[in-house]
């Protein structure tokens, strides 16, 4: 989760955005908005119905981090739509729809990064790195992430000449 905080704030995500399944908060959350909160970007986190928005703020509230998340009702595949050139994108491939939010997801071309948690690679589990495959003008590159979980980079076609990528893992 500190990954995936230090590379939102690192990368100044403006927008950020969750979907959750009904789950509710979880570790990934709190990292984000620690994210938001460091770079000054607005994160918003799409609910389950049955979720309550304020056992959210509060689970957030010993951190002091309930304002620096936006937490909205709403099928996410229809409120994802308001929101325009996302920077850093979550989705949990349990949210039934994940595959049409997809297709409708309007993210920075300039450079976004898309983290999928609860990927099962059985029948419909497509990644987001091979839904975009082919589309014209976009560059991604994806890394599998531990069980579940997927990371894809998109950018345009830029020179790697002089890009250098370092990672560390530590066991």
Not at 95 to 123: A, E, P
Not at 130 to 136: A, N
Not at 147 to 171: Q, S
């Amino acid at each position: 989760m500190e990954f995936l905080s230090a590379l939102a704030a690192g990368n100044q995500a403006k927008l950020m955005v969750q979907v959750l399944s009904n789950e509710g908060v979880n570790p990934l959350t709190m990292a984000l908005a620690v994210a938001a909160k460091h770079c000054g970007g607005w994160f918003v986190c799409f609910l389950d119905q049955e979720q309550d928005i304020e056992d959210c703020k509060s689970q957030l509230s010993s951190y002091d981090l309930e304002d620096a998340v936006e937490f909205m009702h709403g099928n996410p595949c229809e409120v994802i739509t308001q929101s325009k050139n996302i920077d850093f994108a979550v989705i949990d491939c349990k949210f039934k729809d994940y595959l049409r939010l997809f297709q409708i997801i309007d993210l920075n071309r300039r450079g976004s990064i898309v983290v999928l948690t609860n990927l099962v690679r059985k029948g419909n589990g497509a990644g987001f790195g091979e839904v975009l495959r082919g589309k014209r003008g976009i560059e991604c590159v994806t890394l599998s992430i531990g069980e579940g979980m997927e990371l894809t980079r998109i950018g345009v076609t830029c020179n790697h000449e002089n890009k250098r990528f370092h990672v560390t893992y530590e066991n």
